[in-house]
Structures are given as C-alpha cells and as structure tokens.
Nanobody, 117 residues
Framework: QVQLVESGGGLVPPGGSLRLSCAIS????????VGWYRQAPGKQREIVAQ???????SVADSVKGRFTISRDNAKNTVYLQMNSLKPEDTAVYVC???????????WGRGTQVTVSS
C-alpha cells in the first residue's frame, strides 16, 4: 500500500516561510496524484494544493500566490512551499495520495504548522 510521511512543520512568525515534505513509498509519483490538506481547530478539512500524476498543479484560492506545490520524482517526495504565512494558515497539514487502482486514498499522519508571534 501507499505510505506517506510528512515533515517540515513548525512554529513561524507571520510573514515567515516553511517547506513541508511528503515522502511517499509504495508508488511512483508518475502514477500518483498527491494533495496537501489542512485542518484547523473548529474548521473542516480543506484542500490546499494538488499535483497530478502528470505534474499539473493547483492551489486553493486562499493560498494562491503564497503556496507552491512541487515534486521531486527521483526522491519520490512532494513539497509544499509556504511563503508569507498568516496566522490563519495555522493547522495540521496532511498529505494524501491516490493511484488509479486505489479504491481509497492514503493519508499521512500530518505535521503541525503554527503561525504566531
């Protein structure tokens, strides 16, 4: 099965930057669509960014211009570069992967991002 391990979260001041990593095993990225989701206390989970099997990227309107999703196929890792962070970006960020043959997608355990002074 596909396994995902997130890393790179932490505490940063407003305006700061973080790069999250999602290391994937069990599938090559060329066969896998990967999305970053986040969930803050009291809010529903929302998708932040996605990169498809063929490398097409998209980001949510709330983070457009600030966040970028990318991948390194050789390392089988997907990244979320987060710049100009705001307090409202505070959440647990979770990686999700899905293959064409999957009946269910796979989730990582998440990494905490806290934006605070």
């Amino acid at each position: 099965q596909v396994q995902l391990v997130e890393s790179g979260g932490g505490l940063v001041p407003p305006g700061g930057s973080l790069r999250l990593s999602c290391a994937i095993s069990g599938s090559f990225l060329s066969s896998t669509t990967v999305g970053w989701y986040r969930q803050a206390p009291g809010k529903q989970r929302e998708i932040v960014a996605q990169i498809t099997r063929v490398g097409i990227t998209s980001v949510a309107d709330s983070v457009k211009g600030r966040f970028t999703i990318s991948r390194d196929n050789a390392k089988n890792t997907v990244y979320l570069q987060m710049n100009s962070l705001k307090p409202e970006d505070t959440a647990v960020y979770v990686c999700n992967a899905r293959r064409l043959t999957d009946t269910q997608s796979s989730w990582g355990r998440g990494t905490q991002v806290t934006v605070s002074s």
